[in-house]
């Protein structure tokens, strides 16, 4: 029976995320300038040295791979959440997060090819202003917000009870649950900010006030201690995203099994 293997797009995209995360927390250390601007100062980073050019198209693939991976879960059902509401969030989520790797992988190829790229450009808040003009935009910015906080309260809490660890294999290192533990912890405080901002633009109808990645980092500036304690719980994170590369379950569904969770 032919099988439909989400295994290669899972690994590829874990590797592309733990190159981003790694990147961000290492940048939050060393140039503040480029880690405010989140995966755009990674991308434009990457430009610059020798062969970056190359590396980046690379890291797209990855990302766009991710994307389509986080999509093909959430269709399927990879992670069996189940139809209920409990289970339609987080295949809403993976969803979400799926378009926006897709998005991010498109950047990181327009920025590797010179196309229609533009410095200083920051594309989440222009996605912000676009939704805000929008009939309810405001109301539809709130709720992603909303989801961002959610998404932070799920990652913190799967960090504190070791749920992330159902989903990686035995033979992986000792280490991988204290690196997931602290990992997600500091990701879900970035979720966190991200959602407030994205509250707080909708509430003023600016979308000034919306945090990319990097726009978060920015903020948490203010406390030097949980500025350096995020910037190095994102590069334990990308530990994790590079152990996950290789030991994370991934299920094999065939095209019948498939089939069973689609939308009737």
């Not at 733990?18 to 995966?39: C, R």
């Not at 900010?193 to 909708?202: P, Q, T």
Request: with cysteine; glycine share 14%.
């Amino acid at each position: 029976m032919t099988l439909t293997r989400l295994d290669r797009l899972a690994r590829a995209g874990y590797s592309a995320r733990a190159v981003i995360y790694g990147l961000l927390g290492y940048l939050a250390l060393t140039t503040s300038h480029l880690a405010t601007k989140g995966p755009q100062g990674e991308f434009e980073l990457l430009r610059t040295i020798p062969g970056g050019r190359g590396i980046l198209l690379v890291l797209a693939a990855g990302l766009v791979a991710y994307g389509f991976y986080k999509l093909a879960s959430a269709l399927m059902d990879a992670d069996h959440h189940g139809r209920g509401i409990k289970g339609g969030a987080e295949r809403g989520g993976a969803a979400i997060g799926g378009f926006a790797y897709l998005a991010l992988g498109w950047t990181a190829i327009r920025l590797a090819r010179d196309i229609g790229t533009e410095p200083g450009t920051n594309g989440s808040k222009e996605a912000a202003a676009a939704t805000l003009q929008m009939p309810m935009g405001n109301l539809a910015l709130a709720l992603a917000g909303a989801g961002f906080l959610l998404a932070a309260a799920v990652q913190l809490r799967s960090a504190i009870k070791k749920r992330f660890m159902k989903y990686i294999e035995p033979g992986a290192p000792r280490y991988t649950c204290t690196m997931g533990r602290i990992g997600l912890a500091a990701r879900a405080i970035v979720f966190a900010v991200i959602g407030g901002s994205l509250i707080r633009a909708a509430w003023h109808g600016d979308e000034q006030h919306v945090r990319d990645l990097g726009g978060a980092l920015g903020a948490l500036r203010e406390s030097q201690l949980l500025y350096l304690a995020v910037a190095l719980g994102l590069i334990v994170f990308a530990v994790y995203s590079a152990i996950e590369a290789r030991y994370r379950i991934v299920p094999r569904l065939d095209a019948v099994d498939a089939g069973k969770h689609l939308p009737s």
